[in-house]
């Protein structure tokens, strides 16, 4: 398999941690990522969630590149409802002028919060999501003409292009407007049910090349849990499970032990809602992962893979996403 492989870093929180621990270890990741040959690293932007700490991407793209010297590092992605289109342009113009060439844009329509955060980020209708969106480019490019309300404003830092844009989705409505405006186009199948197949298909039929993209991109994103045994990976996606069944309730807590989860009184009804969501997920020994993964691929066509791995040990995951980069790396060598 030679499909680039990327990593998607929600920053999970566990029981027994917290939240400051978590966002340490985000550098150790991504430092195994760089050596392990990953394309690019990207945080979320979530808020009020117990088990996420990835609240400011920002601040952790800013982090994670200084830590580390090749590894592309971006957003995946800032939530454009909740944010001032001039503010987001001037937080990535100045971080590509700090890490040129290495920062990516990735932009989402959603709240990424519960409805109560929503409302203290003063979060904005999701239908005006194009006109922040048209008002972000022309800020990142140098800011409006002579005329316009905005058209006194200047962006700075001057003189730095925007880095290159990715649109976010998990429904594929937004794909053809992707593909239109020459950006890169990620799909969100680690929690969406939809089939990706039919998004990234309106995606490249409405591409039009842009400077940074001459031809269609399209990432992937999977939920993945990789260990040893397929037995071991099982035991390790206990965990999401009880998570999932608990934000589905409303219920946003840290992410459980997998003991916690297998002392849980599970209804029949509830393991079937487990089974339903890791029908989304990639869990397995690194050969069942990468033939998961391959088929995939195959029926996306997606260009790249962004994996997204939460389990309760922080060793744990490390080792998951180790171990899928030792097979792909020993899959290149025999190709």
Partial sequence: MSTPLSILDLVPVSTGTTPAEALRNTVQLARLAERAGYARYWFTEHHALASVASSAPEILIAHVASATSTLRVGSGGIMLPNHAPLKVAENFLTLEALYPGRIDLGVGRAPGSNPDASRALRMVGLEHFSTLMNELIRFGRGGFQQGHPYGKVKPMPSGIDLPPVWILGSSGASAASAGSAGFGYAFASHFSPEPPAPAFAAYRENFRPSAQFPKPHAILVVSAICAE???????LAQSMDLTWLRINRGEFLPIPSPEEAAAYDWSEYEREQARATRR????????????RIEAMVRETGADEVMLVT???????????????????AEQRLAA
């Fill in 310 to 328: 939460n389990v309760h040990e922080h060793a744990a995951r490390l080792r998951s996403y180790e171990l899928l980069t030792q097979v792909l």
């Fill in 229 to 235: 045994t397929d037995a071991e990976a099982d035991r």
């Fill in 280 to 291: 989304l997920s990639v869990i397995g020994s690194p050969a069942t992962a990468q033939a």
